[in-house]
């Protein structure tokens, strides 16, 4: 919004509530994601930000988001590897934690959101994780016990294993710290950035590129100690690894 001031925002939901931060922004419109109450061409761009994976009838939705974008808008999908750790981590503490679709393919995913929204796809881009969703103070009252294996969601400790697996990542090429994708669609016109951020907070889920990180001198270190940083949002510790 700071670089759109006079940008019009409507976000959608499929269910109200009358808490949080979400209840008092503006333009609130309460529907299906799969029967939009939408003219045709209304947008200039959608965004669906890890929203895909808990809508029943995707395919209905994208044609949906189709019809309403105008064809010289633009499309912004995130959504999670399916078959990643990370997410199968995420439905097994929180007991599917909603996730009714799981993508396991980026090609056959923009190949599929293309199809429906006639939107080509422009770039992708791999996120990653920092596990931040197994924070203890997220769980009201109290933590499940399947946490107990994570140290009860102690910050310090999901920050060590989120170290590790990017670590392993790098020595061994897998792909224990990835977490989904972000896809890119239609008239995008600013360059897309799609190097992977890999430095991911722990306590807030923001992502910031190494080169954002050493520009802004964040880095700290001590001797035999691995570099790291506090996040500027929330302050939370994290340990630091080039992207």
Not at 176 to 191: D, H, K, M, Q, T
Request: glycine share 8%.
């Amino acid at each position: 919004m700071e670089c759109c001031p006079d940008a019009q925002v409507v976000r959608l939901d499929r269910l109200f509530t009358t808490t949080g931060a979400d209840f008092v922004q503006a333009n609130f419109v309460q529907a299906d994601a799969a029967r939009l109450p939408f003219r045709d061409g209304t947008f200039d761009a959608v965004v669906a930000n890890h929203c895909l994976e808990h809508i029943d009838d995707v395919d209905a939705a994208l044609c949906e988001i189709g019809r309403v974008v105008r064809g010289n808008g633009a499309f912004y999908v995130a959504v999670p590897d399916g078959s990643s750790l990370t997410d199968r981590l995420y439905r097994w503490i929180y007991h599917g934690g909603e996730h009714v679709n799981l993508f396991r393919s980026a090609e056959e995913l923009a190949a599929r959101i293309s199809a429906a929204t006639r939107l080509e796809l422009v770039a992708t881009r791999v996120l990653h994780s920092s596990l931040f969703f197994l924070n203890g103070a997220i769980f009201k009252p109290r933590p499940p016990r399947r946490l107990w294996l994570f140290a009860n969601g102690n910050l310090r400790a999901i920050a060590l294993l989120t170290y590790a697996l990017r670590l392993t990542d790098r020595a061994l090429g897998t792909r224990l710290s990835v977490y989904g994708w972000a896809f890119y669609f239609g008239c995008v016109r600013e360059p897309v950035e799609t190097a992977a951020w890999t430095n991911v907070c722990v306590g807030c889920g923001v992502g910031r590129s190494a080169e954002v990180l050493r520009s802004n001198r964040l880095l700290k270190g001590w001797l035999f100690f691995p570099r790291f940083y506090n996040c500027p949002t929330c302050g939370a510790l994290n340990l630091f690894t080039p992207d």
